[in-house]
């Protein structure tokens, strides 16, 4: 039987704590050697979903596949290969850095040595080589954050559990880590489930994206395939000299194909139902007195597509609500 094509596979996955419900029956894959950035707000079940995968937390309902493993009866050989960055680092406090990747090593199943030299290594790999000795109890958010990452990078496992490693980092460690993510997905095959609130870091390094909102998944793709269907409608940014008048906003959103006219400083901002509608666009301008200096296509970023989906998501909940 050979290696299965999907590193996670998960269906219906639910849990509820007494609060409610955190993760709402989620179906989702992760490719093999793809990075995939689960986004959403505080409290949408990103960490939830983490810890369910990882075989920590145990689901009401749902099944899920975790490198060809059940995370719930096979917890521990799903752990053994995969590499864990929790939300607070969860680091010992009363031993020192190594000591804390010694630890989790041996649990991993290294032998000490081993443990300690590649430890060592990778607390070198992360800036921190002076504090190897020293005991965790008075590092810095950051620094805490690097040795975390040491030790879910220790036993070199083949998926990474990575919730928010960059917050707390500060800017060139931050360069460091999303170059060091990109690098394990693209030169060594690794796969990565990214927790993030950093849409840029998202865009940079996930092939894939899943966004949920209150413990329900509301998109998941490629970022062109959530453009796709999220963005139907094409802004433009018209340059008029001038912020558009009253009268001639009126008019343009009179226009079949418009669903919109805002006013800029130098014009407006028109949205349409594609590019065959901009002739029209101006037309309509030039008919009223304007004159058009410029139209430039307006592509949606993902901070665009975020928040598309995040206010579809509260509509959905808004209209379900008593
Ligand atoms: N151990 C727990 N006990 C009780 N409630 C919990 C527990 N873990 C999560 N929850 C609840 O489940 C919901 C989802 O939480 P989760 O930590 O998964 O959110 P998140 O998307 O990771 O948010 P953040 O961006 O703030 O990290 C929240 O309402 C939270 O209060
Ligand atoms: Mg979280």
Sequence with gaps: ????????????????????????????????????????PNGAGKTTTMRLLNGVLQPDRGTATVLGLDPWTDGEAVRHRTGVL????????????????EFVGRLRGMGGDEARRRGGELLERFGMSDRADVR????????????ALARALLHDPELL??????????????????ELIGSLASDHGRTVVLCTHFLGEAGKLASRMAVLFRGVLHAFGTPEELARDLWSAFEVRLDLG?????????????????????????????????????????????????????????????????????????????????
């Design 1 to 40: 039987m050979g290696e299965p094509e999907r590193a996670i596979d998960c269906d219906g996955l639910t849990r509820s704590f007494p609060a409610g419900v955190a993760l709402d029956a989620l179906t989702l894959d992760v490719r093999r050697g793809e990075v995939l950035a689960l986004l959403g």
């Design 161 to 178: 559990f990575l919730d928010e490693p960059t917050s707390g980092l500060d800017p060139a460690a931050t360069r460091d880590v999303v």
């Design 136 to 147: 965790v109890q008075g590092f810095s958010t950051g620094q805490r954050k690097r040795v």
């Design 242 to 322: 001038a912020a558009a008048s009253g009268p001639l906003l009126a008019r343009l959103g009179e226009l079949g194909p418009v669903h919109g006219a805002a006013p800029t400083s130098s014009g407006a901002l028109v949205r349409l139902e594609q590019r065959d509608d901009i002739p029209a666009v101006v037309a309509a301008c030039v008919a009223a007195g304007a004159e058009v200096y410029a139209v430039e296509p307006r592509d949606p970023n993902l901070e665009d597509l975020y928040f598309a989906i995040e206010a579809r998501a509260a509509g959905t909940v808004a209209a379900g609500a008593p």
């Design 86 to 101: 929790t939300e607070n680092a969860g680091l010992d406090e009363r031993f020192t850095a190594l000591e804390n990747l």
